[in-house]
């Protein structure tokens, strides 16, 4: 924070506070709006700064002043996303002949959208410096002017909802730094030191600090007689010029400063005559002492007279006659001028100089390295005391003392501080510039794998999509093989396939959590096994052999030797028990066949023999609720989006068991069974009844069946739900697969199944099922309602539930991740912390996790991010892969990633 505001950054603030209360109205106002403008004429060329804020990115500036015109296209980095679409600044400069103006130079302004909007036209002038000498016929300049454009912000506009009071002043600070002041320089002083040396005295300063000060000085006819250009000034900077030595007559200097961000302050101007030095009274002399040269004036070289203070280089007045001793003062790296004597005569004006003399340089050496390598690839470089730029690795001699050093701007990188360092005479200096790699438009999103977000609805800014969506995997129940299959929705090849016990335990009903992780229940030895998703890490290295050994294809590993087999939980009543993969663990007749993920990422699950629910922690195993639901007998499992888990009896009722609470109800079904239930985003639970041959929908919000429809199929089993409200029923009985609508009118009926037991929604859309009586699996694309894939696949295949993780990612709750991997081009990359800015409604939530790699194949664990927090388990390594998690488990309003930056070290 700022400890040190001017007059006009409050007054900045105040048209801030408006501005970003009065965001929305602008979105809302489509075409771009010109929220500042400022003109500066500076030898022969315009500058005009101009910010705006627009619902689209703006893509062009336009500026017209006289017969002249420049038109500049927009980095898209220079639209700062915010809440009410983006905003920006860019600086213009247009050559301009000052002979066509009088007083001061009237410009133009439009903008420029990237859907061809244009904003209004908005007017404003910049003044033209002028100068009054003797005889020239020039009048004084005075400044002022039109002051429109100094700082035009609109008004009359409407305040946006958000957060609390620390939201709002987030916002505030962050439209403050981008909305930087422009310097502030004093009116110029003229110290004339002889009959031709001269100096300028001045002040300024800027927030973000002085890149340089500009001083030229013009003779009579306008021909430029001197300049000086100061740079590397700080924020505040207060001092003289160099001495400037000038013939007679009459002359005209201009001071204007920039900050580092290329603001540029008013041009300052003042005249004045060489040629003469007023001579003293007729008691009393003068004394003018010039030091030289300018170099040692710039470090507090000084003199005086002895026994008084000490002075800068110039006249010394009123001094009585008589002899004087002058001293001048000691300053690093110089050799001093001895002392010198002077008479001072009545009358008379005595003069002396005293010439510093540069001690031999001591000097050092110092190397700069850049990283990531990465960086330095799209041309990441430094430099010293604002000197010429150089890349990475160069090793330089540099004086002894402090010096900074800066690194170039690149697209998409931020640049690192500026540093300052100290170098040793005769030793070897070292500096580091780490370099941080944002991700905040749409093509930097590009760069990921997105799997339920989105950044079309807004643009560049990740939203979570309005369709349903999962990762592109189903797990498929080999029932009788003892085994599950993981298989590539897209290609339908068989990735991995593992035992789920030592033995044959009729693997039956599988779930996908939040993570792509696969949950199955073993009917006929009373255990969950967890398995976990390699593509995304899950699993674990428990043998320490640096990889992970699990199965590939169809190849099976013996039973606790694949990594990702994770966790098994034995659920027989009164003595369950977490097991760990390998070991004996017990086993029972308790039957679990309703399994369903809560929003939590936990697993619930019924025992068909024991009328038990239970909450197992979805990371541990461990058993975190039990529920004795009896006389319900759970067949099958489904959680909502308001926690409530439904459940199916084959006896004809559903289970209403709130998650929160443990208290639960059923609700009969008249005439039928109950059997497969499908969710769509809407809250409607879908229930078919077995060989009673109806289907149900129950209206999750009252529990009340909304409708019962005679099938006309036979045994219908697995229920599935599309993005376009559709529910696919599994007829086993038929051997078909039924399409009907929401409202429940029969829209297909798809034939050449064997025994259908389940059904589900891929990625893509597309409707898998899975066969009971043969080893074949099929995949519909429902624009054609036909069969477009058939895979063969172990077998027997009795599922039914959420087989590819649909429900619970899209229904249950509403989750999205997008995965970016970051080649560093280095291979000892050591990664520092990661940044974001994005917005979080109650109810959602917004995650980030990172691994690094040395060969983008084997990744350590995933390691849990905070914000501007440190890594402390993410090893250096060339790679580093990023996953951003939103959730929305309440309310209907996104999470939104506006940005992200990882930084090295």
């Known amino acids: 924070m700022r400890t040190t505001v001017s007059s006009q950054l409050v007054l900045l603030v105040l048209g801030l506070i408006c501005f970003t209360l009065c965001l929305p109205a602008y979105a809302a106002a489509g075409k771009p709006d010109i929220i500042r403008h400022e003109g500066t004429y500076l030898e022969r060329t315009l500058h005009v700064i101009v910010q705006w804020q627009s619902a689209n990115p703006v893509v062009k500036v336009r500026i017209t002043a006289g017969r002249e015109a420049k038109e500049i296209k927009v980095d898209e980095y220079d639209n700062k996303r915010n809440p009410a679409g983006y905003e ?17 130079v009237p410009y133009v302004v439009q903008l420029e959208d990237d859907l061809l909007q244009r904003s209004n036209l908005i007017n404003g002038r910049a003044d033209l410096p002028k100068t009054e000498f003797a005889g020239g016929g020039m009048m004084p300049h005075h400044g002022g002017g039109d002051a429109w454009g100094q700082g035009h912000v609109r008004a009359n506009v409407t305040a946006q909802p958000g957060g609390g009071a620390g939201d709002m002043v987030d916002k505030l600070l962050g439209v403050m730094e981008r909305h930087d002041v422009p310097p502030s320089i004093d009116e110029i002083k003229v110290n ?33 007689s001197g300049t000086q250009q100061l740079a590397n000034l700080g924020k505040v900077w207060q001092g003289s010029s160099q001495t400037f030595m000038l013939q007679p007559g009459n002359y005209r200097v201009t001071m204007q400063a920039v900050d580092t961000a290329g603001n540029t302050s ?27 040269p300018d170099p040692a004036l710039k470090i507090g070289a000084q003199w005086k007279l002895s026994g008084k203070d000490w002075l800068n280089t110039g006249v010394k007045s009123d001094l009585p006659p008589g002899k004087y001793k002058v001293e001048y003062k000691e300053v690093a790296g110089w050799t001093t001028p001895a002392v010198q004597e002077v008479e001072i005569i009545a009358g008379q004006n005595a003069q002396i100089t005293g010439t510093y003399q540069q001690a031999a340089a001591k000097k050092g050496a110092l190397q700069v390295a850049v990283v990531p390598a990465a960086a330095v690839g799209l041309g990441a470089k430094w430099r010293l005391d604002g000197g010429a730029w150089m890349v990475a690795g160069t090793k330089v001699e540099a004086t002894e003392g402090k010096h900074k050093i800066e690194f170039a701007e690149i697209a998409g990188w931020q640049a690192p501080a500026v540093q300052e360092i100290t170098v040793t005479a005769g030793k070897d ?5 780490a370099y941080g790699r944002i991700y905040t438009v749409n093509k930097d999103f590009e760069e990921g794998t997105l799997v339920g977000l989105e950044f079309q609805t807004v643009k560049d800014q990740l939203q979570l999509t309005k369709s349903a969506t999962t990762l592109p995997f189903i797990w498929v129940p080999n029932s009788n093989d003892g085994t599950i299959s993981k298989v590539d929705t897209t290609t339908g090849t068989e990735l991995g396939r593992y035992r789920t016990g030592p033995g044959s335990g009729s693997p039956s009903r599988t779930t996908v959590d939040l993570q792509g992780n696969c949950w199955v229940g073993n009917r006929n030895t009373g255990t969950v096994v967890k398995v976990g998703l390699l593509e995304n890490g899950q699993c674990v290295d428990r043998n320490k052999n640096g990889k992970i050994d699990t199965s590939s294809g169809s190849n099976l590993l013996a039973w606790g030797e694949d990594e990702c087999v994770l966790l098994e939980v034995s659920l027989n009543k009164g003595s369950e028990v977490t097991c760990t993969v390998g070991q004996k663990c017990p086993t029972n007749g308790s039957g679990p066949r309703g399994i369903a993920i809560d929003a939590n990422n936990n697993l619930w699950a019924g025992t068909y023999n024991q009328g038990m629910y239970y909450q197992i922690n979805g990371s541990t195993g461990a058993i975190l609720k039990k529920v004795d639901v009896s006389p319900h007998r759970p067949y099958g499992g489904i959680v909502d989006k308001n926690g409530l888990l439904w459940s199916a009896d084959l006896s004809g009722n559903v289970l209403r068991l709130n998650t929160t609470t443990g208290a639960f109800s059923q609700i009969q079904l008249s005439g039928s069974q109950a059997y497969g239930m499908g969710l769509n985003r809407d809250g409607r639970l879908y229930v078919s009844g077995w060989c009673s041959n109806k289907l149900m929908m129950i209206n999750t919000s009252t529990g009340a069946v909304a409708w019962t429809k005679d099938t006309g199929d036979s045994c219908s089993r697995g229920v599935a739900v599309t993005n376009d ?23 297909e009926t798809i034939k050449g199944f064997q ?29 054609s309602n036909a069969v477009e894939l058939t895979k063969a696949v172990a077998g027997p295949h009795y599922g039914y539930s959420d087989m ?33 800015a994005g917005n979080v409604p109650q109810g959602s939530s917004l995650k980030v996790r990172v691994r690094s790699s040395k060969d983008n194949v084997t990744w350590s664990a995933w390691e849990d991010v905070l914000a501007a927090t440190s890594l402390k388990a993410t090893p250096a390594a060339r790679y580093l892969q990023m996953e951003a998690t939103l959730q929305l488990s309440a309310g209907e309003v996104s999470p939104i990633l506006y940005d992200l930056m990882v930084k090295t070290k």
């Open 192 to 224: 004339q030191l002889s009959a031709q040396g001269v100096s300028f005295s001045n002040k300024a300063n800027d927030d973000k600090g002085l890149r340089e000060i500009n001083i030229k000085v013009f003779d009579n006819s306008g021909k430029e």
């Open 755 to 783: 025994h259908p037991t389940g059904v589900a929604t891929d990625a893509n859309g597309k409707v898998w099922v899975v066969d009971y009586n043969s080893s074949n699996i099929y995949r519909i694309n429902p624009a």
């Open 429 to 433: 200096s070292t500096a580091t510039g």
């Open 725 to 747: 409200g559709d529910v696919w029923v599994a007829n086993s009985g038929s051997n078909t697969v039924s399409r009907w609508s929401a409202d429940g009118t029969k829209k």
């Open 804 to 836: 590819t993780g649909i429900v619970s990612r899209s229904m249950t709750t509403k989750t999205g991740t997008w995965t970016v991997t970051l080649d560093s081009q280095g291979d000892t990359t050591a990664w520092d912390s990661l940044l974001w």
């Open 266 to 292: 008013p041009e300052k101007t003042a005249v004045f005559t060489m040629g003469t030095i007023t001579p003293p009274p007729p008691n009393q002399g003068s004394l003018l002492v010039t030091i030289l």
């Open 88 to 104: 920006g600044e860019v600086t213009v400069v247009v050559p301009v002949d000052p002979a066509m103006f009088q007083v001061n």
